[in-house]
């Protein structure tokens, strides 16, 4: 799919749906949605689901939410309360939250041992794709608002984007490891994630982290409070507050509180499992197949 509306896709997807005559077509982003728009003109069935998983407000939202999508799923309450204030009726909508395997620990990564560092170091993740909405703009202006001596402890260690090795954020010393196939083994061998997304639909990666024994800190937004309770199993800031945030890491140099976080994490990451999602995703298509 090369873009939005791509019509030799939507074309490729219109002869699929004469040929297999599916019950449901379900759309999972932004871009599907589209083109599965485009693909189902002038047939009235089979119905369509969407997924959204972004807070910001729909746009095009008379040509995208008509009538022709049956039902919405929303993977937080706070995408589906962006698109309730987009216009779009709460009756339409349906959450179903992101489920996640289990992760699966065969060798917890050592990164110490690895890069040389000393074993009083704290080390933190971040983790994911590596774009601005992700909030790496801010990690300079949270380094910068760290103790002299916290810096001095702190590692940061980027896991997904470009392998660059080596490098400084202000005082702070990193290591880009770029994209790692063993997530679950490299993510086992940090002490906190940071999670510095100012917009963020739900949190994947919060939910690993948990799972793992791994407390998070992050800005206060989007679904994100619906996945980490403050100070149960990590900690949140509010939106924006770049002193909070570094005041959070602070505290989170406490191995006893960072201990008590990650205790509390497992029981709370097993509640957005695969088979949920999986039970929750069938309901809303038997919902829009009884209608």
């Known amino acids: 799919m090369r873009n939005d509306w791509d019509l030799r896709s939507a074309k490729r997807i ?14 999972h982003d932004a871009r599907s949605h589209a083109i599965a728009l485009l693909a189902l003109t002038g047939r009235r069935m089979p119905p369509l689901v969407v997924t959204r998983r972004v807070t910001f407000t729909p746009r095009s939202v008379r040509l995208k939410y ?10 937080s309450n706070a995408v589906r309360d962006a698109m309730m204030h987009a216009g779009i009726a709460g009756a339409r909508i349906s959450v179903v939250e992101s489920g996640v395997p289990t992760p699966v620990v065969t060798h917890r990564r050592d990164w110490r041992a690895e890069l040389g560092w000393p074993a009083d170091t704290v080390l933190v993740g971040v983790v994911g794709a590596m774009t601005q909405e992700k909030g790496l703009d801010d990690l300079h202006h949270i380094i910068a608002n760290l103790s002299p001596a916290t810096a001095k402890r702190t590692r940061i260690i980027f896991l997904g984007g470009a392998p660059l090795g080596r490098g400084a954020i202000g005082a702070v010393e990193t290591f880009r490891a770029g994209f790692v ?76 509180l960072r201990g008590q976080l990650a205790a509390a994490g497992p029981a709370r ?7 949920r999602m999986t039970e929750r995703t069938e309901r809303v298509y038997e919902q829009v197949l009884t209608s």
């Not at 219109?14 to 759309?27: E, I, K, M, Q, Y």
């Not at 909070?244 to 006893?256: C, Q, V």
Request: a negative charge; aromatic letters at 6%; zero cysteines.
């Open 66 to 75: 008509g009538p022709r999508v049956s039902r919405f799923i929303a993977i």
């Open 14 to 27: 219109r002869s699929l749906v004469r040929t297999w005559n599916p019950d449901v077509v379900h759309a």
């Open 181 to 256: 196939t063993e997530i679950y083994d490299a993510m086992a061998g940090l002490d906190i994630l940071w999670h510095p997304a100012r917009d963020e639909g739900l949190g994947t990666s919060l939910i690993d982290a948990i799972a793992l024994g791994v407390p998070p800190i992050a800005f206060e937004i989007g679904g994100i409070p619906e996945i980490v309770e403050d100070r149960v199993q990590g900690l949140l800031v509010p939106a924006g507050d770049i002193r909070g945030f570094a005041a959070a890491h602070e505290g989170l140099m406490s191995p006893e």
């Open 269 to 275: 990451a097993a509640v957005f499992n695969v088979a």
